[in-house]
């Protein structure tokens, strides 16, 4: 062995127990002299302890090589993502969402300065750079004109709508307090919430406006065998809160992936909520068994409009494979039968938790989805039956401005209202223990987040995002969010050029008249 491998081995082993025996008898026998120091046998016992038990376990080869020095490497690991974010961060770096973004979005909810001093931090000069064209004679948007109508000639019970508004987050992901206060800012503001597919809880009947959301599990109408149930559906279709209805096909972070309730999970309370037994592990299937084909989601929308007593009633989807979503619009023309909105998911769109390959690498970015759907229903001839609702990655009027100029009529947000709440983007949504108590069931934490302050929060979140917004549209030179083409939106494609919204998505500048035809392969 040599000399370097030989102080190595003792580094990882010898040197430890030297210094820790050493100690110990150095302490005992101050100890026996002076019965003070007695005391301070208790460091030297408690470390040789963990020396002992790093030595002897079998799990961990760095422990066991490196005892108790190894273990600065699991602390320091542990809180890297603090460390980065608070000390190494640039502005632009932080992921999902960057110390650029957040800010505005803490200012907004404040109702504090919302203002940038001194210049832009971006690269105006980088490929994928995006920005809008101002225009020389700005109008003064009009901020009552920033709602839609939800619900086709086929809807007795359309819905004005926000075109700003609370994305699917479930009871159960979310804490009571957390979920309390999005309703109640809901209510404060004047624009829905989504319930996600959890059900509804009575911390979703707190005033504001529902659009409540049916997933693969059925939770609120499912019978024992986890089949819909009409009888349980139409019951909670018909509050009066309830104003839309949406079927959840995927969601742009876990396309195509089930869930799992396990049985610790299920309480009493979350059992009556989704219409299961307590205490017992529930699947989520990965597909719907109320239908299996284009077709049959038609007939059930049907079906779910007719139970509602002609309320709105859309579907939620990643675009995945085009040839299926196509196959949905062609069911849409054979069979007369149009949903009244369709919520686009983006692969960017957040979770509290999901496979990687599944967050990273499964489903079509936002922008290229609206344009897509935009452009295959207008081909079918039904775009004017048909709302399209936009969800991923949405926080500021930019992002709204440009989802609504592709074809989008209004947009949702998760991840922005979450941060109106006081998220700090510690990346601890899968692990119960987020530290300001939104995405925990821990009474110690939730209890931290006062309903009567957040709420004001996230109404004025989404007061001043469309503030924002009718700023920035009217600089562009429009006064109507829906008058906002593709034209004015750019994109840095090259070193040396930039190309349109309109010349990458659509040979036209408008977004709903005449889009190219659909290459279908």
Not at 76 to 88: D, H, L, N
Not at 150 to 169: D, L, R, T
Not at 456 to 475: C, D, P, Q, S, Y
Request: glycine share 8%; aromatic share 12%; hydrophobic share 40%.
């Amino acid at each position: 062995m040599s000399s370097r491998k030989f102080f190595d081995h003792l580094v990882a082993r010898q040197i430890i127990w030297f210094i820790a025996i050493t100690f110990l008898i150095g302490v005992t026998v101050a100890a026996l002299f002076h019965k003070e120091y007695s005391v301070h046998l208790i460091a030297p016992l408690f470390i040789i302890l963990i020396v002992c038990l790093d030595s002897f376990q079998s799990k961990h080869t760095l422990l066991k090589n490196f005892p108790l020095i190894g273990r600065f490497r699991y602390f320091f690991e542990s809180i890297r993502p603090e460390f980065r974010q608070y000390f190494f961060e640039g502005e632009l770096d932080g992921k999902p969402f960057n110390r650029r973004q957040r800010p505005i979005v803490y200012q907004r909810a404040k109702n504090e300065k919302q203002t940038i001093s001194f210049g832009m931090q971006d690269d105006p000069n980088r490929i994928g750079y995006e920005w809008a064209a101002h225009s020389i004679y700005p109008k003064k948007a009009n901020e009552q004109l920033f709602r839609i109508t939800v619900g086709n000639e086929q809807c007795k019970q359309p819905y004005n709508a926000s075109i700003f508004n609370i994305s699917a987050m479930s009871y159960g992901a979310l804490s009571k307090t957390a979920v309390t206060s999005l309703n109640k800012g809901a209510q404060l503001g004047n624009f829905a919430h989504n319930t996600g597919e959890g059900g509804i809880s009575d911390y979703h009947l707190q005033g504001g406006d529902l659009i409540w959301q049916i997933g693969t599990g059925y939770f609120g109408c499912r019978d024992d065998e986890g089949n819909f149930s009409d009888e349980l559906f139409t019951e909670r279709a018909n509050y009066t809160q309830v104003k839309m209805i949406e079927v959840k096909l995927s969601q742009g972070a876990k396309p195509g992936h089930g869930g799992l309730l396990p049985a610790e999970k299920n309480t009493v309370e979350i059992a009556k909520i989704r219409s299961i037994k307590p205490n017992t592990t529930v699947h989520s299937p990965s597909a719907h068994t109320a239908f299996s084909d284009a077709e049959g989601l038609m007939l059930f929308l049907a079906k779910l409009r007719k139970l509602s007593n002609g309320k709105p009633i859309g579907f939620k989807i990643c675009i995945g494979r085009k040839d299926e979503f196509i196959e949905i619009v062609e069911a849409m023309f054979t069979t007369g039968i149009y949903p009244d909105f369709i919520t686009i998911d983006g692969a960017e769109g957040g979770t509290g938790a999901a496979p990687l390959e599944f967050i990273d690498h499964m489903g079509m970015a936002l922008t290229d989805a609206i344009v897509f759907v935009n452009r295959t229903l207008t081909q079918f001839g039904i775009r004017e039956h048909v709302k399209i609702m936009a969800s991923g990655k949405i926080i500021s009027a930019f992002d709204i401005s440009k989802s609504l100029a592709l074809g989008a009529d209004a947009c949702y947000s998760a991840r922005g209202m979450m941060f109106a709440l006081g998220c700090i983007q510690a990346l601890q949504c899968d692990s119960g223990k987020c530290p300001v108590g939104i995405a925990t069931q821990n009474k110690s934490l939730y209890k931290g987040l006062e309903v009567s302050d957040k709420s004001v929060r996230v109404a004025n979140f989404h007061k001043n995002t469309l503030k924002a917004l009718a700023e920035f549209i009217g600089a562009c030179g429009f006064i109507n969010p829906k008058d906002v083409t593709p034209d004015i939106f750019s994109r840095k494609t090259s070193e040396n050029s930039s190309l349109t919204f309109a010349e990458i998505y659509y040979s036209n500048l408008t977004r709903r008249q005449n889009p190219e035809p659909i290459n279908f392969n």
